[in-house]
């Protein structure tokens, strides 16, 4: 079911698309940037599914934005002032794209997600009960579903290709793979920057439960934030109204597609099953509900 006022796919005929990510196309706009273009593809288990939701790329792309312009005293990012009007010059493209296409610096990525946890849910509820440990590190004994941690924690993956799985790898696997400087540099950005935002978010009513950054280089080895920021997508953003220690919360992102795919009879491999109609009514619900009560005002 594929809405009219969804974008599954750009479809850019002036610019050469060197990328497609779960969620973003990536055109080459010259030597010094790019154009990202964030559809409403949504991917869960790692499968992008065939049917969009309408209006979550504006979304993701909404909220980047915001979280990169209140965060740019900590880090920089790769966000510039080019406006789309001078890359896209044809109207009816560039409509296509309104609302979710970002100019943004061209940087290379590292190679790892800048994961921070601050709070036992998922797959690190399941390292937990199975060794009392996140990702190897220790935890006190006795904690429960959904609580929050003594302190956030740092715990990396890779940076898995479409259809493969992230895996979680040890600080001391990131120091070999970009060096302990910068590796101690990403941990305590990727912890300030979640700190901030959480402490945003909960004023708002909104838990930020977990999230990953990425970071790119330039060509003088200076640090950048890029991609997403405490999105619905690379994070769990939950109504602090209706959280509860014991229990996994309601969530505003796309955790209540992945509830739904639970109860199919689906091996989570591609291709993934058609959302019902309530479905993708629903999950374009919640991310617009995110977006709403972070910022405090409706969706441009």
């Not at 997600?113 to 440990?133: C, F, H, M, P, T």
């Amino acid at each position: 079911m594929n809405s009219p006022d969804a974008l599954f796919e750009s479809n850019l005929s002036t610019l050469e698309r060197i990328s497609q990510g779960k969620v973003r196309d990536i055109y080459a706009v010259d030597d010094d940037h790019l154009l990202i273009v964030t559809s409403d593809r949504l991917s869960a288990f790692d499968v992008v599914l065939p049917d969009p939701i309408p209006g979550k790329g504006a979304v993701l792309n909404e909220l980047t934005n915001f979280w990169m312009q209140r965060t740019r005293d900590i880090v920089a990012n790769h966000l510039t002032d080019m406006p789309l009007t001078s890359v896209v010059t044809d109207p009816a493209e560039r409509a296509s794209i309104a609302g979710r296409g970002t100019i943004v610096r061209r940087l290379k990525p590292l190679p790892i997600e800048a994961v921070v946890r601050g709070y036992l849910i998922g797959s690190g509820w399941k390292d937990y009960q199975a060794n009392g440990e996140v990702c190897g590190i220790r935890l006190p004994a006795g904690l429960q579903q959904a609580q929050q941690l003594p302190e956030p924690i740092f715990t990396p993956a890779t940076k898995a290709a479409i259809g493969d799985h992230d895996e979680n790898i040890s600080y001391a696997q990131v120091e070999e793979l970009i060096g302990a400087e910068l590796a101690g540099r990403v941990r305590s950005l990727a912890l300030e920057i979640y700190a901030r935002g959480g402490a945003y978010a909960i004023e708002r009513g909104i838990i930020i439960a977990d999230t990953k950054f990425e970071f790119g280089l330039d060509d003088d080895g200076k640090l950048y934030l890029i991609d997403e920021v405490l999105t619905p997508d690379s994070s769990r953003f939950w109504p602090a109204s209706d959280y509860q220690v014991g229990i996994s919360p309601s969530s505003f992102d796309k955790q209540f597609v992945r509830d739904y795919l639970e109860t199919l009879d689906w091996d989570k491999t591609a291709p993934g099953p058609a959302l019902p109609e309530e479905i993708v009514r629903k999950t374009s619900e919640k991310y617009r509900q995110a977006i709403d009560i972070i910022k405090g005002s409706p969706l441009k």
